[in-house]
């Protein structure tokens, strides 16, 4: 058995191979992945170098572009206030969204039990982030509604004054994160309880035998085994805070006065109401930048796994 | 099993659980009930203020119908539909072939050099307007690494898929201006198509990365043996390896149903008119026209967050086995 002849490559029945069988192998790749390609390419890869070139002209989206090189740039970072409050909202999302990965640990934690009619109760607590954030937009708005919202009602039911969370300057976007991290800690909470489904039982076994304290286990044995799973909420949620837009846009729609924007909201306003095409692909590269190193971080780990 | 199982606990530590859980998820779920009360209300108990006690009189169905009779809105979810399937069926399909080659083959870094070369050909082209003669001198330098790089021994595979993925985690809005100006010039700005067209592209990134793992996670020896009994590679493609990701583009499916039904900012920046507007841009643009109606803008709600809701319910399983794809080892 130990020479048998393998054809390394199909052996077509006619007898006598054609350019086709010879080269196959050579030629499929290219045909499975052209379309993919092509698209990506012409809708993806494509856009992102224009955006870079837009961004440092002045170009209302009709008329002819003028090249003013870094001159947007420089009016977004010495003069535009607005740009500052943007970067500092999208830094609060960021921090603040960190929470919904210990939220989401916490509520897995606490579903991950074998009890009667827990898998629907599952089902119901993933259920924020199945729909839309325009939808969750909605729900939150009226929920913080001043005059008949359900956040008056409780606070007032509580003996506490009712507060007006859209219109506050200050808190607005604590609010809207709030409601952000409902659909989140929901995905993050999806992402623990399958990482805690596949923990080593037999670890945990050992461990509870030994005596080990609940707290103990939880950070010397579950959350090791669970860092996949962890990295993975870590990422979906920095790609979530960042890509924040809908709702902003349905909640606030940037205000008020601008205090709720954040760099996606800011550059669809420029380039839209606006008409600052070039303006707006300056605070688009910006915000890519920032994307990147996270992209980045992520796409290292991820060779490295596959080495 | 990590926390211990409650049933190894007293009577008493079993007893508040339970009831802990149930409460708890109608907490979680506040907001959700909140608004499904206010959709069954009837306009008096609106005005009067009367939102959060026990309604006067239940409208089962009222409201719904009113919000489907007395505006676009079964327009907005017949444009919905009309995005998300096609969407969903040309994206699986384009990331089921190239995470096949990517997942199968070994790419020279060719591929990539040369796709990037030409991108930036067509933008010098375009954009900058360059002379021919640094035109040929590009082509020429983009051939000649070309070249250089048919014998090495990088993984092109591996650098075309980081592209897929990278292209996926990127912001919408650096895409916006340049994707709405192609939309624009090939005549497909405010139609259904254009739409489709963008959302295919840009979900390949995201379905690609997850056919490529699961491909690649196939057992080699069924592959070869199809070589062997001299199937060619479109065959293996179709007979050998489409049968086997069945429950992988089961899982994508509804994992880009529910992407694609729930956008927002593509919506806002590629269409415009009713007849093309999917149903969470119509639902934003009705809340203008329903002002202070909360019963309808409710019914509006649920009845657009229903289609991905039932997709979940009845696909759970592939749902949750897409969305956790690399949450285990």
């Not at chain 1, 006619?14 to 809708?43: C, E, K, M, N």
């Not at chain 1, 002819?64 to 609060?92: C, H, Q, S, W």
């Not at chain 2, 089962?60 to 444009?79: D, G, H, I």
């Amino acid at each position: 058995m130990t020479d048998t002849f393998l054809p390394s490559r199909p052996v077509p029945r006619s007898g006598f191979r054609t350019w086709f069988d010879r080269h196959q192998t050579r030629i499929a790749p290219w045909v499975f992945l052209s379309p993919a390609l092509v698209l990506f390419a012409v809708y993806v890869i494509y856009p992102i170098v224009q955006s870079f070139w837009i961004s440092l002209h002045d170009w209302d989206g009709l008329g002819p572009m003028e090249f003013i090189g870094l001159g947007n740039y420089v009016e977004l970072l010495l003069y535009d206030f607005d740009f500052e409050t943007a970067v500092i909202n999208n830094v609060k999302w960021l921090v603040l969204f960190m929470l919904s990965p210990v939220f989401g640990l916490a509520t897995a934690l606490f579903l991950n039990q074998n009890v009667w009619g827990i898998r629907f109760v599952k089902s119901l607590f993933f259920f924020p982030f199945v729909i839309s954030q325009v939808v969750v937009g909605l729900v939150f708005t009226w929920f913080y509604d001043p005059a008949n919202g359900l956040l008056n009602v409780i606070l007032e039911g509580l003996g506490l004054p009712g507060i007006s969370p859209l219109s506050s300057e200050t808190y607005v976007t604590f609010w809207i994160i709030a409601a952000g991290l409902w659909p989140q800690t929901a995905y993050c909470m999806i992402l623990y309880l399958t990482g805690l489904n596949n923990v080593d039982a037999e670890q945990v076994e050992a461990a509870r035998i030994d005596g080990a304290s609940s707290w103990t286990m939880l950070h010397k044995i579950i959350l090791p085994q669970l860092w996949p799973a962890t990295f993975l909420a870590i990422v979906v949620t920095v790609i979530g805070s960042l890509r924040s837009f809908d709702l902003i846009a349905i909640m606030t729609n940037g205000g008020p006065w601008g205090s709720s924007t954040v760099l996606a909201f800011k550059m669809y306003e420029e380039a839209l109401f606006n008409y600052r095409m070039g303006y707006g692909a300056a605070v688009a590269v910006i915000l890519f930048l920032f994307m990147s190193v996270f992209i980045a971080w992520f796409l290292t780990r991820l060779v490295r796994q596959e080495r | 099993m990590f926390p211990t199982p409650i049933h190894k606990r007293g009577t008493a530590a079993n007893i508040t659980y339970r009831v802990a859980l149930w409460v708890s998820l109608v907490v979680w779920l506040l907001p959700l009930i909140a608004v499904a009360l206010t959709s069954v209300r009837t306009l008096e108990d609106i005005t009067r203020g009367n939102y959060w006690g026990w309604p006067t009189e239940i409208l089962w169905y009222q409201n719904y119908v009113e919000a489907f009779t007395r505006t676009p809105l079964a327009r907005y979810m017949l444009n919905s539909v009309l995005i998300t399937v096609p969407t969903v069926i040309g994206s699986v399909a384009l990331a089921a072939m190239a995470g096949f080659a990517l997942a199968q083959y070994r790419i020279s870094p060719v591929v990539l050099t040369l796709t990037v070369g030409v991108v930036i050909a067509v933008f010098m082209v375009t954009n900058i307007g360059v002379s021919a003669t640094l035109l040929l001198g590009f082509v020429a330098a983009v051939v000649a690494s070309a070249w250089l790089l048919r014998r090495s021994r990088w993984p092109g595979e591996l650098l075309l898929f980081a592209m897929f993925i990278a292209g996926n985690f990127i912001p919408f809005q650096i895409l916006m201006i340049p994707v709405r100006e192609l939309t624009r010039s090939l005549g497909m700005y405010d139609s259904i198509e254009g739409l489709v067209v963008f959302h295919i592209a840009f979900q390949t990134g995201f379905c690609v990365l997850f056919m490529r793992n699961f491909i690649k996670a196939l057992p080699y020896e069924v592959i070869e043996a199809a070589r062997i009994e001299g199937a060619n590679e479109f065959q293996l493609f179709w007979y050998v390896i489409l049968p086997l990701v069945r429950p992988a583009l089961a899982a994508l499916s509804v994992l880009i149903f529910t992407f694609i039904w729930n956008d927002y900012f593509w919506a806002l920046v590629l269409v415009q008119s009713d007849s093309a507007q999917p149903i969470t841009a119509g639902i934003q643009a009705l809340r203008g026209q329903w002002v202070a109606s909360w019963q309808l803008i409710s019914a509006g709600s649920i009845i657009a967050a229903l289609p991905p809701v039932i997709m979940f319910f009845a696909m759970q399983r592939h749902f949750i086995a897409g969305l956790t794809l690399g949450a285990v080892k």
